[in-house]
């Protein structure tokens, strides 16, 4: 069975996916056996921005493995190309081949949903919260999407390097929503006023320092995949005021510029909050939580695994 990525995209709903992300986050941070995720390997290309990504993981538990092939290079648009592939692990039979842009697109701003209702879950009861995206490509445009789609925001800005894109993104949206405004620079003060931020770019650089956020903001930070790439500055990452959460900590080790250059402190995992309920309201109001992601190949099994039992159903209704 073939899902292009308009099937993905009609199939693949939010509800049960986060739960399923939940699952697997949390049994892979309690290192259930029945749980396998090899590193991943990113094989660059000639030495320069472009790669060969592979990602496998088996889930014996659920009965399936799967395997992401992707390319990564940057400067064709879009950026992220290739295939999720889903097997039975109990007969190794195929089950599934989706593409793997809008599987990569949504199961990302899916896991940064889930960061947020971990991490920041009163400012998600707040009716005047504040969402800022920074850069408007597949994952500004996903997770405007995402984060619309599951909680009502009172204001939303968007920046991007490249302004055509948040333009487009908000007239994309107009019929939608009317509270959508353009930050034409990253000293805009009225970043200082979001509640949650998710940063969303390419970038080599910095580009948000501790002076530009508030005390209590949430960031998911995504771009970021290789030791030379950050989005967050050091004084960001190692203020007393910061709690850094990662995806994988052997993963951010290895490939999250931020936490490499600044060698931040990682608290904790995703996985190791679900269900816990002391460590997430232990969190004060005031903390800034960043929640750095890098990816990881539980993330698109869960995604092949709800995208999969929900067309089976279809076909034997
Ligand atoms: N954490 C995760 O699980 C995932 C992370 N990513 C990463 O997220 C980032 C965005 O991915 P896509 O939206 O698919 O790519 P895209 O190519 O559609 O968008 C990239 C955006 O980054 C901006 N950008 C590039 N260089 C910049 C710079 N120096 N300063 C400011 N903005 C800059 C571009 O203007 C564009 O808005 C990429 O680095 C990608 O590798 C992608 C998929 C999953
Ligand atoms: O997890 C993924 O998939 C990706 N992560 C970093 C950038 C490329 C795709």
């Known amino acids: ?67 992401k092939t992707i390319t990564s290079f940057p400067g064709i648009l879009p950026a992220i190309d290739g295939v999720v592939s889903l097997f039975n692990s109990n007969n190794g039979r195929l089950l599934l081949i989706a ?75 107009s019929s939608k929503l009317n509270n959508i405004e353009l930050l034409e620079n990253l000293n805009d003060n009225r970043i200082l006023q979001s509640d949650v931020i998710c940063t969303c770019t390419a970038s080599k650089e910095a580009l948000l320092s501790l002076h530009q956020v508030k005390k209590g903001v949430h960031i998911n930070a995504v771009g970021s995949f290789r030791a030379t790439m950050r989005e967050l500055a050091d004084d960001l990452m190692l203020s007393s005021d910061t709690t850094v959460i990662v995806d994988s900590k052997e993963s951010a080790m290895k490939e999250a510029g931020e936490i490499i250059q600044s060698k931040a402190e990682i608290v904790a995992e995703l996985g190791e909050l679900i269900e816990n309920n002391e460590f997430c309201d232990g969190i004060s109001k005031d903390k800034i939580t960043i929640f750095k992601s890098v990816g990881m190949a539980i993330e698109d099994l869960a995604a092949a695994i709800v995208l999969y039992e929900y067309l089976q159903e279809c076909r034997e209704k």
Not at 17 to 33: I, M, Q, T, W
Not at 132 to 141: A, F, P
Request: glycine letters at 2%.
């Open 99 to 173: 593409d793997a842009k809008e599987i990569t697109a949504r199961r990302t701003a899916a896991v940064s949903f889930l960061a947020t209702k971990l991490l920041a879950s009163n400012k998600l009861k707040n009716e005047n919260a504040v969402l800022t995206i920074l850069g408007c490509g597949v994952q500004g445009r996903v997770h405007l999407d995402v984060f619309t789609e599951l909680f009502k925001w009172n204001k939303i800005y968007l920046w991007s390097r490249n302004m055509t894109h948040a333009i487009n993104l908000q007239s994309d949206y």
């Open 1 to 67: 069975m073939y899902s292009d990525e308009f099937t993905v995209k009609e199939n693949l709903s939010l509800s049960p996916l986060l739960e399923v992300l939940a699952d697997v986050f949390h049994r892979y941070s309690k290192h259930d056996p029945s749980l396998e995720q090899p590193l991943r390997s990113i094989l660059p290309i000639n030495d320069q921005q472009n790669a060969l990504l592979n990602l496998p993981c088996i889930d014996t538990q659920r009965g399936y493995m799967c395997v």
